[in-house]
């Protein structure tokens, strides 16, 4: 299979003399009607990322994912699908993210590190990414629990214990879940409950 931009981390397609732009510059050009839904990206360390194409397992995959977390989490916290949040020179936009319950549902801002407890991607063609770029941004900001549903080895990875801002900022463990296997969801240090790995991965 012929990689495509989607598939490669972003410092193996970024020129060093390319341009980044802050969050509020990613703000001015949403509000001035230079970038709209439809362009389908995100801001990832400055750079303008192209999410990835639309495909029915990746879409059933989300909705899975989004009734099981829904089921667990309790009153406390929020499951956004497909919004963004607010990290540093990023503001990616997780398949899911659980976030601590606020009264007026950010209506004033994206949600910011401190407020999630758990992010999460479905990955088939952004493997590569989610696993590099997406894991470093997360890992910086000190994101608790990272988790990314693996469609194409049909597993679930979970990853703990961020560093938090370093040189080479990632993840302390990483716990691999397949078929047959449950994955504890813990929320602020609580274990609420558990997800089953095939409650969240579409037949295949």
Do not use: C
């Amino acid at each position: 299979m012929t990689p495509t931009l989607e598939m490669m981390p972003l410092q193996t397609v970024t020129p060093a003399s390319f341009r980044r732009f802050t969050v509020s510059e990613y703000h001015r050009l949403t509000e001035a009607g230079y970038l709209t839904p439809e362009d389908r990206v995100e801001l990832l360390e400055g750079i303008l990322v192209t999410k990835m194409a639309r495909n029915p397992p990746h879409e059933a995959g989300i909705n899975q994912l989004m009734f099981a977390l829904i089921a667990v989490v309790g009153p406390d916290w929020n499951v956004r699908i497909q919004n963004a949040i607010q990290l540093g020179t990023s503001e990616p936009e997780p398949d899911a993210a659980v976030v601590r319950m606020r009264a007026n549902r950010y209506a004033d801002r994206h949600p910011e590190a401190a407020d999630i407890g758990l992010l999460v991607e479905v990955s088939d063609s952004s493997l590569a990414r989610d696993r590099i770029d997406k894991l470093r941004i997360y890992a910086r900001a000190g994101v608790p629990t990272y988790w990314i549903v693996n469609l194409i080895d049909r597993q679930i990875e979970v990853y703990d214990r961020p560093t938090g801002p370093s040189a080479n900022p990632e993840y302390a463990s990483r716990q691999t879940y397949t078929a047959g296997d449950s994955i504890p969801v813990i929320l602020g240090g609580v274990t609420l409950g558990q997800i089953a790995v095939s409650a969240v991965l579409p037949a295949a």
